[in-house]
């Protein structure tokens, strides 16, 4: 059947039908890796609905060219839930979901895509998180795509709602590889040295994050397994969410006394502590652990401005502590990448503190 044989068949049908009918022959030509232009073509107009002015169908005339009302974006997130819960090889589903949904979103998509994660979520749905677990790493856990569905189901899920559903908080148990991903996003969110002022996490946050991990120290590290990509694909690099949710815990006593920052840091040394590397290191960036001393100079600063020694600080010295725990944990099991000399000089440029002063000494021939 050739390409116009196809629009032509296709365009007979309404919404959603069109689009349920699109999905199987998006994924056949996807994954044969053949023609993507004329699949990216049946994506637009049958999926989504995104057509041109100058589009016209001989039996109805001109096809309109407004966005899909809300009433289509739920009957098309229901489409979705069902084509990808059918069975079915993880890689043809994580291709197809990569097709739909690109690192160049346009509003419209990136707003069905959110309320689609939100639905899966809700209703358990593990393929489809498998997908966006991996469409999350493909596109970038700290790339705008990802940061717009974790906040979106931050939204959904903490700051309106009462009380968290069990959905959410069952969420490793589902889908482990998204629940990791999800971590590394949503922490680039709060605490972020890009800010001019620290913003914490939701406290129901902080707990279900606090929670994931004591139940599954080995939680952050889900997010290293294989993906399921066609041959030929290539995986783009992990980011775990190890070194987010350090920042959150270094960072926290320099506005916060929550006993659920504690726990959550030592939870992450455990995690730490649990690492066995078999090759290279790749749990922890060097440079993310130094992009916390930013925000530690400029306390530093502003207790020097209120003439405050940061020794006599007891907030500075516990963030320090912390710090200078997750550094020395990291480097004796090998879980840091990246250039730890540099690291270690960067530290060095901080108010002298006992720990932080023998980690550097004990590692500066690493």
């Not at 229901?78 to 084509?83: A, G, P, R």
């Not at 739909?100 to 309320?115: D, V």
């Not at 856990?141 to 968290?164: G, H, Y």
Request: with cysteine.
């Amino acid at each position: 059947m050739s390409q116009a044989d196809v629009k032509h068949n296709l365009r007979k049908l309404d919404f959603p039908a069109c689009a349920k009918e699109a999905l199987p022959r998006i994924e056949t030509i996807v994954v044969s890796r053949s023609k993507q232009n004329f699949a990216i073509q049946l994506i637009s107009e049958f999926v989504f609905m995104e057509r041109s002015k100058d589009q016209v169908d001989i039996r109805k005339g001109p096809l309109p060219v407004s966005p899909l009302n809300s009433f289509q974006e739920f009957q098309l997130i229901l489409v979705l839930i069902e084509y990808f819960s059918q069975p079915g090889p993880d890689a043809t589903r994580n291709v197809v979901f990569l097709s739909l949904f690109g690192s160049n979103l346009t509003p419209q998509r990136s707003k069905i895509l959110c309320r689609l994660v939100s639905t899966a979520v809700s209703g358990s749905v593990a393929p489809l998180l498998s997908s966006a677990g991996t469409w999350m790493q493909q596109v970038g856990c700290m790339n705008q795509p990802s940061l717009e569905v974790a906040q979106s189901l931050v939204s959904d899920f903490i700051t309106f709602s009462r009380k968290t559903s069990e959905q959410f908080k069952q969420l490793p148990m589902v889908a482990p590889h998204f629940a990791a991903n999800l971590m590394t996003t949503v922490a680039d969110l709060y605490m972020n040295e890009q800010n001019s002022a620290l913003t914490p996490p939701p406290d129901a946050l902080l707990d279900i994050f606090t929670e994931w991990i004591s139940e599954n120290p080995s939680l952050c590290l889900a997010s290293q397994q294989p993906l399921a990509l066609p041959s030929g694909a290539i995986a783009m690099p992990v980011v775990t969410p190890l070194a987010g949710l350090l920042r959150w815990a270094v960072l926290a006593p320099m506005f916060s006394n929550r006993i659920s920052y504690s726990n959550l840091h030592l939870w992450l040394l455990q995690t730490m502590l649990q690492i066995v590397n078999s090759g290279p290191p790749t749990a922890l960036n060097a440079q993310h652990v130094a992009q916390m001393v930013t925000q530690l100079q400029a306390y530093v600063a502003r207790l020097q401005t209120d003439n405050v020694e940061p020794t006599k600080d007891a907030a500075y010295q516990k963030s320090v502590e912390r710090l200078a725990q997750a550094v020395q944990v990291a480097i004796k099991v090998n879980c840091m990448y990246g250039n730890i000399p540099q690291l270690l000089c960067t530290l060095e440029t901080l108010p002298p503190h006992p720990l932080m002063t023998m980690v550097i000494k004990a590692n500066k021939t690493v």
